[in-house]
């Protein structure tokens, strides 16, 4: 069964630092990758994805993720962190099996931005 | 605003109960997802739906049950709600079924247990 795997359940850093979230996953196939935030009381708002081709993605907001085969990993970043950055992180990994369209995803990592 | 729309955004009610949540998926969107959001599993996916038809099962109790009518919204019942039922939940949607499109979500409603 596929699995997402996010280590870092909280991440602190200074406004203006470079920023990188850790995502691993597990799954049978090519991955369909996702990256969606979640501000408090809101939905969640996807960042980017990954399907096939050019391994570095770029998404809304300044961040991008790169796709990383051999490791199992599609980690997001972003080289200058806004304060309004600071919000919950998920990755995801779309299982296609069956004609569904089904997200599983990881325990989601908590930013916090220090000014 | 991802365009898909939920009501009630809060729900307050007592063990026992039956409640049923609402979602409008974005304009033209024919696939519709429900997910459970809560402390102690985080983000579950339920189940889904296309074009009316189920499409995907996942962890979705049997005391739970959804549907999407002609009109593409979409409802999700629970009944016999327990405390353990009180958590977040999300309505996504996206263009077609399958191959890995892009999921829009809700801001969800947060059902309340007492």
């Known amino acids: 069964a596929q699995s997402v795997t996010q280590p870092d359940i909280h991440i602190t850093v200074s406004e203006g630092a470079s920023l990188e979230l850790r995502c691993n996953y597990s799954y049978g196939a090519t991955p369909y990758l996702f990256w969606y935030v979640q501000s408090p009381g809101q939905g969640l708002q996807l960042l980017l994805k990954y399907f096939s081709g050019d391994t570095l993605v770029q998404g809304i907001k300044g961040f991008e993720a790169e796709f990383k085969r051999s490791q199992s990993s599609f980690n997001l970043r972003k080289p200058s962190v806004h304060w309004s950055d600071a919000a919950e992180y998920f990755c995801?990994?779309?299982?296609?099996?069956?004609?569904?369209?089904?997200?599983?995803f990881g325990t989601g990592t908590q930013l916090k931005v220090e000014l | 605003d991802s365009g898909v729309t939920q009501t009630p955004k809060h729900l307050i009610t007592a063990t026992g109960q039956r409640v049923t949540l609402r979602c409008s998926p974005r304009s033209g969107d024919l696939s519709v997802y429900w997910y459970q959001q809560s402390l102690d599993q985080g983000l579950q996916f339920l189940i889904q739906y296309y074009n009316g038809e189920e499409r995907a099962k996942g962890n979705i109790l049997e005391r739970f049950s959804a549907q999407q009518f002609p009109d593409l919204h979409s409802e999700l019942n629970l009944s016999s709600l327990e405390l353990g039922d009180s958590a977040l939940y999300f309505c996504?949607?996206?263009?077609?079924?399958?191959?890995?499109?892009?999921?829009?979500f809700g801001d969800g409603t947060r059902l309340s247990i007492l």
């Open positions: 996504a949607s996206s263009s077609a079924a399958g191959a890995g499109q892009p999921q829009h």
């Open positions: 995801a990994v779309g299982d296609i099996t069956g004609g569904g369209n089904k997200l599983t």
